[in-house]
């Protein structure tokens, strides 16, 4: 049977919609071209440019396995390297000839055995296969704050740093105690005239070192049998899975790790007992994201900075009046409050085969056998779609590990042999069925905390099993849960 010439669409030129361009070009896909919305890629390290953004995963485990950089000057990577470090991979492979940017799709439709694509400038395309990459957390979540729009001062989203504001000598109150509003605490701390953190929620916080590599260091790094070394990998996997397993049994070994690493840390370096017993969270470790800062905890009790847990009554012109009656008088207000984290390809209408409407199929929360694919939308895959696994680890090795599935999906329709594939409804409502009843026994379900993680019924959204059995299932698809494939030869 001939090869096919397909025409491939990637949806999105983040970190995911990146590696799809360089392994589709890899693999001789020639008809290809990655639409992205804004003017350049990057995806969250493009949006996100606040003050002390740095990503928890090690530095030489953020980047492609294919493609290791060197040059990182922290053990945690600055979010302005990262960016740097996508656009320099996106001309190293020849990307910026296949991307289309400022063009943001609206609209796909399954209509004569491909993908018809509409974008808002009024640009339309067909696919024959087509990659949503567009990413989890891109849509910013603004908290409901009654006179917020009255506010005199500077107010914005973490996710869209206002840069021609000055920050020295000024009055700043941050809301929201995620990774964000941790990173920018530490960040301010001591370098403005006030800083006020707004918690609602306690948070656990795992204690990690983020120094500088040197420049022999860096020269050393180039060697591949260093970098090797450095990277560790079999170590590195092995901490990931203990977290995982820790996140699925709270009684193993590793999750009883975290756990005292985060009490220890918060009894050794918060030295008020007040402050103290304000910043002691009433859940389980791992129930929320985990926190990784070096220095939150000294950054809160410099001369300066303030925690405020007293809960936010409104905003008044003037700063933010909390529910004991104090006016908090600011110049300056952050919204560190995270994202929508069901938005994905939303708000793109996606009709697929028959009919099938996206928005009715997520109607209770959204759905992707294996977070890949969905009954009657084929030839569509995701990159960290629902149920993907999400975590303190990276999802780089996520999304490489999904390609390696996605690839094999591809194979089949490019060969001829299978013209559409999609998952069964049986194949989808099985795994379904069998992740929800997992995630109930997770510590994100039994933890005793509200988190992002959690859908509109309180269901972990996650991926809820260790990390080995996700790698497992990327291998190689189980073929029986597609439709309209040819049963595979026994040697294939």
């Not at 950089?69 to 979010?79: A, K, M, V």
């Not at 020849?94 to 974008?119: C, K, P, Y």
């Not at 300066?304 to 007293?310: D, H």
């Not at 099985?430 to 039994?446: D, L």
Request: hydrophobic share 35%; glycine share 8%; with cysteine.
């Amino acid at each position: 049977m001939a090869e096919q010439d397909l025409r491939v669409v990637v949806l999105g030129a983040g970190m995911a919609g990146i590696l799809a361009g360089i392994k589709l070009l890899e693999r001789g896909y020639r008809d290809i071209n990655i639409y992205e919305k804004a003017d350049r890629v990057g995806g969250t390290w493009r949006e996100n440019t606040y003050p002390g953004l740095t990503c928890d995963v090690p530095s030489h485990h953020y980047t492609y396995s294919f493609e290791r950089n060197p040059d990182w000057t922290r053990h945690l990577p600055p979010g302005a390297e990262i960016q740097a470090y996508f656009e320099r991979t996106t001309g190293k492979y020849g990307l910026n000839e296949v991307i289309r940017f400022n063009e943001e799709a609206s609209g796909a439709e399954w209509r004569d055995g491909r993908w018809q694509l509409g974008f808002k400038s009024g640009r339309q395309d067909v696919a024959d296969v087509l990659i949503a990459a567009t990413g989890v957390l891109h849509k910013p979540r603004f908290p409901d704050i009654p006179g917020a729009d009255t506010f005199a001062g500077h107010l914005f989203h973490s996710a869209r740093w206002d840069h021609s504001v000055t920050l020295e000598g000024k009055r700043i109150g941050v809301i929201g105690n995620g990774s964000t509003g941790v990173q920018i605490i530490s960040a301010l701390a001591g370098k403005v005239a006030k800083l006020e953190h707004y918690q609602r929620t306690a948070q656990w916080i795992m204690p990690v070192e983020n120094g500088y590599f040197s420049e022999e260091e860096r020269a050393a790094f180039r060697d591949p049998a260093v970098m090797e070394q450095v990277l560790d990998l079999k170590g590195y996997m092995e901490a990931v899975e203990q977290y995982t397993q820790a996140i699925t049994d709270s009684s193993s070994p590793g999750s009883q790790h975290m756990a005292a690493a985060c009490l220890q840390n918060l009894e050794e370096n918060v030295q008020d007992a007040q402050l103290r017993e304000r910043l002691r969270p009433d859940h389980a470790p791992l129930c929320k994201r985990l926190i990784f800062s070096p220095d939150y905890y000294q950054a809160i009790q410099q001369p300066g900075s303030e925690l405020v847990t007293a809960g936010i009554e409104c905003i008044e012109p003037t700063g933010i009046r909390t529910r004991d009656g104090q006016l908090h008088e600011l110049d300056i207000i952050v919204f560190a409050t995270g994202f929508h984290p069901d938005c994905f390809m939303r708000p793109m209408t996606i009709t697929g085969r028959n009919g099938a409407n996206l928005e009715t199929l997520w109607k209770d929360r959204p759905l992707a056998y294996l977070a890949i694919s969905m009954p009657d939308f084929p030839n569509l895959f995701m990159l960290n779609g629902p149920s993907g696994p999400v975590g303190n680890f990276s999802l780089i090795d996520i999304a490489e590990n999904q390609w390696i599935y996605i690839e094999q999906l591809m194979d089949r329709i490019r060969s001829g042999e299978c013209p559409e594939i999609a998952p069964t409804v049986n194949a989808m409502q099985q795994y379904e069925t069998a992740r929800v009843e997992a995630a109930k026994q997770t510590v994100w379900y039994q933890g005793g905390c509200a988190s992002w993680y959690l859908d509109k019924d309180g269901i972990p959204s996650s991926w809820p099993w260790n990390y080995g059995r996700f790698v497992d299932e990327m291998a190689t698809p189980k073929w029986e849960a597609f439709d309209l494939c040819a049963p595979v030869a026994a040697n294939t």
